[in-house]
């Protein structure tokens, strides 16, 4: 198994540009998240999904979408972007909610300038 | 908003030093989870505790939850250099974690 994989692993963004996050889990999980974490920070949770065509916000939700097709993929789509989302950003999945295992991905770097 | 208050924030020692690490807050949590985290990649779980007042061992590491279930606390025996990360304590509310702020240690040889 693969896990959770992220991809781009880094990216460079000119303010106002637009692009989209790849994360994808080879587990069959039903829950999926997608983190932000600043420098020497915890992770702040942006939005997350409960399965499949169900998603919610999160603590940081604004300049941000996801969409959740298939129990697989949990993309994350940043338009317009800012430098205010200079950051690396973590996708995770788990097979239970709120005390289960969170698996993270590699994590995507990303400069906004 | 409910949030999590670790610290120290950072902690640097020397190799077979022990340490405790804590992590407060003023909501209760069905459970609170401890992660490791290495520079470049994403955190590691190490333990979850879910019942008030439990306590669990992994090797030199002990971790507690506290009796009302608003604070949990990591304690590292005889550090060593292996141990070096940043350590994040995330409590446990319906389907989403709430991350603390984070401890970066660094254990000196």
């Known amino acids: 198994n693969a896990g959770v994989t992220q991809t781009p692993k880094f990216r460079i963004l000119k303010i106002g540009q637009s692009m989209t996050l790849q994360c994808t889990q080879d587990?069959?999980?039903?829950?999926m998240y997608w983190y932000r974490q600043d420098p020497g920070m915890g992770l702040k949770l942006i939005y997350y999904?409960?399965?499949?065509?169900?998603?919610d916000k999160g603590e940081v939700p604004n300049g941000y979408n996801v969409s959740r097709s298939t129990t697989e993929d949990f993309p994350l789509r940043l338009e317009l972007a800012a430098p205010s989302q200079t950051s690396v950003y973590f996708c995770?999945?788990?097979?239970?909610?709120?005390?289960?295992?969170?698996?993270f991905g590699p994590g995507t770097r990303l400069t906004v300038t | 908003t409910q949030l999590l208050e670790q610290s120290p924030q950072f902690l640097s020692i020397q190799e077979g030093e022990n340490l405790t690490v804590y992590c407060n807050s003023s909501?209760?949590?069905?459970?609170l989870q401890w992660y490791r985290q290495e520079p470049g990649e994403g955190p590691v779980l190490l333990v979850t505790?879910?019942?008030?007042?439990e306590v669990k061992k992994l090797k030199r590491l002990t971790f507690q939850f506290g009796d009302a279930r608003k604070d949990s606390s990591l304690h590292i025996t005889a550090a060593q250099p292996g141990d070096t990360g940043l350590y994040l304590c995330?409590?446990?509310?319906?389907?989403?974690?709430?991350f603390g702020e984070g401890t970066q240690l660094t254990v000196n040889p």
């Open positions: 995770a999945s788990s097979y239970l909610a709120g005390a289960g295992e969170q698996y």
């Open positions: 587990m069959n999980h039903n829950y």
């Open positions: 999904s409960v399965g499949a065509g169900i998603t």
């Open positions: 909501s209760v949590f069905s459970s």
């Open positions: 505790v879910v019942t008030g007042g």
């Open positions: 995330a409590g446990g509310s319906g389907s989403r974690l709430t």
